[in-house]
């Protein structure tokens, strides 16, 4: 399981969820979590929109059935809400660190993003995006450069857009996952790009 969205490496911003539409009349918010931690939206967490813009506090999280709304104690009216629908709200990487307590074989999206993809001794690619697909997370790899001695498939191709390919983060695809170095073992992972 793997929590939280990439990192804005300018300002070390994760993106932790998007606000929808405005709710009631108050200032309430749906809201689409980007973070498996919903424990993380706790009142009096401060928050940030793009670029640290603004700086909301959390008044409420709470969720009915299966949808979560969120209010802020800066917007307290459908007015001032409508300023925000659709924007994507952040927390730092140290308040995020800080406050969500990972499990063995849980990573935070912003720790997985920049490792290596490496299989047979081959580095196939580096992760450079988190995609969640259905209830599976799929990196998205840029691979590896082709050496110049390699040939090309079609010599008219535009080489302006490296290949991409995504692995399902599932025990058939992913061995072990090393943070500390930037590696991650797959396995099959090389069949997966030599067909894409």
Do not use: W
Request: glycine share 4%; with cysteine.
């Amino acid at each position: 399981m793997i929590s939280n969205r990439t990192t804005n490496h300018h300002t070390e911003l994760i993106e932790i969820g998007k606000l929808g539409k405005t709710r009631g009349f108050n200032g309430e918010f749906t809201f689409f979590p980007l973070s498996d931690f919903l424990s993380f939206f706790q009142p009096q967490l401060k928050v940030f929109t793009a670029n640290k813009e603004q700086t909301l506090t959390i008044a409420y999280f709470k969720s009915i059935s299966t949808k979560y709304y969120i209010k802020f104690d800066e917007i307290s009216s459908k007015e001032q809400a409508q300023c925000y629908v659709n924007a994507i709200i952040h927390s730092t990487k140290e308040e995020t660190k800080a406050l969500c307590n990972l499990q063995q074989d849980e990573f935070f999206y912003f720790d997985i993003v920049g490792c290596e993809i490496i299989e047979d001794s081959a580095i196939l690619g580096v992760v450079v995006d988190i995609e969640r697909i259905g209830n599976i997370d799929y990196f998205i790899i840029q691979a590896q450069k082709r050496s110049q001695k390699s040939p090309q498939k079609n010599p008219h191709m535009n080489h302006a857009k490296q290949k991409t390919f995504l692995i399902p983060y599932i025990n058939q695809y992913i061995q072990k996952v090393d943070i500390e170095n930037k590696q991650i073992l797959s396995q099959n992972a090389k069949y997966i790009l030599e067909q894409s």
